[in-house]
């Protein structure tokens, strides 16, 4: 089958948002290196705002010794 005939059998048996589902294999490596820096993102702001949480509540504590 030619490129166009395959194109049209694909288009009469999936609809047009099914066929939106499938990226390359690139593609798929982008979104993941992106969700995956998204995610280290977080959890640093995650982190570091614990981290910040804990010397606020105890730098009461810390004003004693210094």
């Known amino acids: ?18 066929l939106q589902i499938f990226d390359s294999p690139s593609q798929q490596r982008k979104k993941h ?13 995650i982190t570091l705002s614990a981290i910040f949480a804990s010397f606020l509540s105890f730098s009461d504590k810390l004003r004693v010794y210094f």
Do not use: C, G, H, W
């Open 1 to 18: 089958m030619t490129t166009k005939a395959i194109q049209f059998t694909l288009n009469k048996t999936m609809p047009q948002s099914d």
């Open 33 to 45: 290196i992106l969700r995956d820096v998204l995610e280290y993102m977080f959890v640093m702001i």
